[in-house]
């Protein structure tokens, strides 16, 4: 998806072209999330995103944390969490996340990757979830018919991208599309596709499945209070200002260079040229 400026932001990646190992890679998630629902103590729950329980991991600031720090889980919980983020097919989901970005947002994805790496070095407490992602947080929306209200997802950088997979099994023609309110865009959304955006500032939302069909999904993001809390020095903005600091850009300053990370068309076009992929697939399959 392209602004009138050229810039990307959005892309609709889909799926690695091992569509076979894909499909099985999908059938076995949905097993490993469905058992992580009937475990967990929250089975179901209503919030402001919808109706479906919820497993969050990861690095996080905002929402009451005093600090950055790893997001606090139950003690059975816990064992549910460190076993989804261990498992070698919630791996493979988050690497592709990963490699996504990283090829379709370079400079964005570098900013992540110094700020978790800052983070990490000043803090060895911290516990990314995964080696190979940058993303500070994931999580896992457990179904069984996962659909979500109009929302943004406002506590994450605001420039950021957000990657969103879906999972399970149901009729992509006729259910699980994706809403973008403020472009008036519905997008199929088949399960296994991957998709990244600016979900902090782009009010979406999931359209239902039908009943006998199951939904999940898993998605990767960070959250703006980490950016923030490395640029404030390792401190929270309230004592930051209280002691005399300064930020050295504006907060209109701050959004234009976020904006100015995403790629342009022209950058992708290339990319797809010098890979000998074409433009409009760059090494991925939809």
């Not at 209200?149 to 957000?162: F, I, K, Q, R, S």
């Not at 260079?257 to 409009?280: F, I, K, N, Y």
Request: charged share 20%; glycine share 10%; hydrophobic share 40%.
């Amino acid at each position: 998806l392209v602004d009138k400026s050229g810039r990307v932001i959005a892309v609709l990646v889909g799926q690695p072209r091992d569509t076979d190992g894909w499909a099985k890679l999908n059938d076995g998630v949905q097993k490993i999330l469905e058992d992580a629902r009937a475990e967990c103590e929250v089975k179901t729950t209503s919030h402001r995103r919808g109706e479906y329980a919820s497993l969050t991991a990861g690095i996080s600031y905002g929402g009451g944390q005093k600090r950055v720090s790893n997001l606090s889980q139950t003690s059975q919980n816990e064992d549910i969490v460190q076993g989804l983020l261990k498992n070698p097919l919630i791996k493979r989901l988050a690497g592709f996340g990963n490699a996504a970005f990283k090829l379709f947002a370079p400079r964005l994805y570098k900013y992540y990757a110094d700020t978790m790496s800052t983070l990490l070095t000043h803090d060895e407490d911290l516990q990314p979830n995964f080696k190979k992602s940058v993303f500070g947080a994931a999580t896992f929306n457990l179904g069984p018919r996962v659909f979500t209200y109009v929302h943004t997802d406002h506590l994450n950088l605001p420039a950021g991208w957000c990657a969103i997979t879906a999972l399970g099994h149901f009729n992509a023609k006729e259910g699980g599309h994706l809403l973008l309110w403020d472009l008036k865009l519905m997008i199929e959304f088949p399960p296994g596709a991957l998709i990244l955006l600016p979900s902090a500032i782009l009010r979406h939302s999931n359209v239902v499945v039908g009943p006998a069909e199951r939904r999940y999904s898993f998605t990767q993001y960070s959250a703006g209070g980490l950016f923030r809390w490395v640029e404030c020095g390792f401190k929270s903005q309230k004592d930051f200002l209280k002691e005399g600091g300064q930020y050295a850009i504006t907060g209109t300053e701050r959004w234009l260079r976020g904006v100015q990370m995403w790629s342009t068309w022209d950058e992708l076009r290339g990319l797809g040229s010098d890979s000998g992929a074409p433009s409009h697939v760059l090494g991925f399959s939809r």
